[in-house]
């Protein structure tokens, strides 16, 4: 399948992508909003609710603007790595579930989002400084035979 089979074939399939597919994917964290779909040998998460995904949205662009210069980043909107990605979406829900109860195990990132509106008054309002020390301190997972 190519490239545009494959992205047409997603946009039929997802109509509301998740924020955080790469952090579900990677195992980073569980959502109970969130559908799988393969897609030929691909798999891609759907949020089922649409207003909780504009929650997800607006939380992720406002972690990856905070963690720009974590990332070492000239502009809070440039094209994120892979690996820079993966940062700001584990990294930043560890550290949001920190901030909120201590620990760093994300059990359901709808539930997290929605605690943290209620806890701080908007995501807005978040103690990001906090936050982006775990995106820092953030890990991938390295290559077989990487040191």
């Given at each position: 399948?190519?490239?545009?089979?494959?992205?047409?074939?997603?946009q039929a399939?997802?109509?509301?992508?998740?924020?955080?597919?790469?952090?579900?994917?990677?195992?980073?964290?569980?959502?109970?909003?969130?559908?799988?779909?393969?897609?030929?040998?691909?798999?891609?998460?759907?949020?089922?609710?649409?207003?909780?995904?504009?929650?997800?949205?607006?939380?992720?662009?406002?972690?990856?603007?905070?963690?720009?210069?974590?990332?070492?980043?000239?502009?809070?909107?440039?094209?994120?790595?892979?690996?820079?990605?993966?940062?700001?979406?584990?990294?930043?829900?560890?550290?949001?579930?920190?901030?909120?109860?201590?620990s760093g195990?994300?059990?359901?990132?709808?539930?997290?989002?929605?605690?943290?509106?209620?806890?701080?008054?908007?995501?807005?309002?978040?103690?990001?400084s906090e936050?982006?020390?775990?995106?820092?301190?953030?890990?991938?997972?390295?290559?077989?035979?990487?040191?």
């Open positions: 399948m190519d490239e545009t089979a494959y992205r047409q074939a997603r399939a997802v109509q509301h992508p998740c924020a955080f597919e790469k952090a579900l994917l990677a195992g980073c964290c569980a959502c109970s909003l969130a559908q799988r779909r393969h897609i030929a040998e691909r798999e891609a998460v759907a949020c089922l609710d649409a207003v909780a995904r504009a929650s997800c949205v607006l939380l992720l662009q406002l972690l990856r603007r905070n963690a720009a210069f974590t990332l070492h980043l000239s502009r809070a909107d440039e094209q994120l790595t892979h690996a820079q990605e993966m940062k700001v979406q584990c990294g930043g829900l560890a550290g949001l579930q920190r901030v909120l109860s201590g195990e994300v059990e359901d990132v709808s539930r997290l989002v929605q605690s943290a509106r209620q806890a701080q008054g908007g995501l807005e309002d978040l103690p990001y936050i982006v020390q775990s995106v820092a301190a953030y890990r991938t997972r390295r290559r077989a035979g990487q040191p």
